[in-house]
């Protein structure tokens, strides 16, 4: 059974700080989503990383996925409180359209 | 290009009945793939249809079922609705399902009575 443990749960910040969300996993994926997501919404895609030790940049917003394709982390730099909401990571196999969702990590940022 | 949509929205339903949800992927995207979110359990996977096949399926019991039309339009049945299958049913759609990057829908609020 494929696990991806994310890592904080809830983060609670003043505006301009900096934050890291991990997501961890003993299996390897082909692929690493991040997906943000509001209440009552579903979810955005924010970043696809498919190659081992990739880094992607997204404004403020950095994600980079381990050299072993088990692990992946979103660095948010002097956050906003547009940036509140539900981060969630996910997993893909090589197997199709199926992902592995990590439990998310609800984030408020306070002005 | 017009996103996924899902209806209905919202749904309240009885234990014991079934429900029909619906999914129209983004044009183009040929798999559908089928999860349930709730506080407890996070994001879930129950299925994915790739031309009109069920390609991958969850750990979910047979009471969830689904399929794919040949416009790619897609559908779930739950059957013998319980309390427990109160949740936000959330549709996903690619292209192909490489790198599976996936973009879902808003969701339809299913509340179990």
């Known amino acids: 059974t494929q696990l991806l443990e994310q890592s904080p749960q809830f983060l609670s910040i003043q505006e301009g700080e900096n934050l890291t969300v991990y997501c961890n996993s003993s299996s390897v994926f082909s692929s690493l989503q991040w997906y943000r997501q509001e209440p009552g919404e579903g979810p955005v895609l924010l970043v696809t990383v498919v190659t081992g030790g990739e880094v992607k940049k997204l404004k403020r917003l950095t994600f980079q996925f381990g050299d072993a394709r088990k692990d992946s982390s979103l660095h948010i730099t002097a956050a906003q409180p547009g940036d509140t909401g539900l981060y969630l990571c996910a997993g893909g196999l090589y197997q199709g359209g199926k992902l592995i969702f990590g439990q998310g990590t609800e984030l408020s940022v306070k002005p | 290009k017009a996103g996924v949509t899902q ?23 040929r798999s559908v ?11 879930q996977f129950l299925f994915e249809y790739f031309s009109e096949t ?60």
């Open chain 2, 7 to 29: 209806t209905p929205r919202y749904l309240i339903k009885t234990r014991g009945q079934q429900v029909t949800l619906s999914c129209s992927p983004i044009s183009g995207h």
């Open chain 2, 33 to 43: 793939s089928w999860y349930q979110q709730t506080p407890g359990q996070g994001l």
């Open chain 2, 54 to 113: 069920q390609r991958n399926k969850g750990n979910f019991p047979g009471r969830f079922s689904g399929r794919q039309f040949s416009n790619s339009r897609s559908e779930m049945n739950v059957s013998t609705l319980e309390l427990g299958d109160s949740a936000l049913y959330l549709c996903a759609s690619s292209f192909d399902g490489a790198y599976n990057e996936q973009f879902f829908g808003p969701g339809t609020r299913l509340t179990v009575l």
